[in-house]
């Protein structure tokens, strides 16, 4: 199989009638390595041990236990996926509004979630919606955030009737 790229470190020899290249991997690792990539990925990794995967767990359940006790009280809202075990994020639809509205709404306010049917066609047909909109808790967020997010959803509301 030939390389897709050329670049340093891949090419054994080269002259005006052929390239030969290195043997694997070498000859599919064109370029200069992704030093500072790898640098930054290490310093990611220390920030996140230094406060511990299971904490960080633990908040992000905490804030998705509380968006949805919050979303609860919405009229008109329905949550996607009601599994006891799941990541930081609330999948929801609003009465009326496509989650694509929802999405650019939110936006609007600063709010930033996504919209679509997320790469997830079948589980969208389990559902019988089109689409959904989706907000994700990690553990830079907070309750206040969630606040704010929820503001935003009852004015969407108020705004479509």
């Known amino acids: 199989m030939p390389p897709y ?7 054994r020899t080269v002259t005006f009638e052929k390239s030969t290249y290195a043997g694997l991997p070498h000859k599919f690792e064109a370029g200069t390595p992704s030093i500072a990539e790898v640098i930054g990925l290490g310093a990611a990794i220390d920030y996140l041990n230094s406060i511990g995967m299971e904490a960080i767990a633990a908040h992000e359940a905490e804030l998705l236990a509380y968006a949805t006790e919050q979303a609860l009280q919405i009229d008109g809202l329905k949550i996607i996926g009601e599994a006891k075990e799941k990541g930081g994020i609330l999948s929801f639809t609003l009465h009326k509004i496509h989650p694509h509205d929802i999405g650019t709404m939110l936006d609007s306010l600063g709010i930033a979630i996504r919209a679509g049917h997320h790469c997830a066609m079948p589980v969208m047909d389990f559902y019988k919606v089109p689409a959904t909109a989706r907000a994700s808790f990690a553990m830079y967020n907070t309750k206040a955030e969630i606040d704010v997010l929820m503001s935003g959803i009852r004015n969407l509301i108020t705004m479509f009737g």
């Open 5 to 11: 790229q050329g670049g340093g470190d891949m090419i």
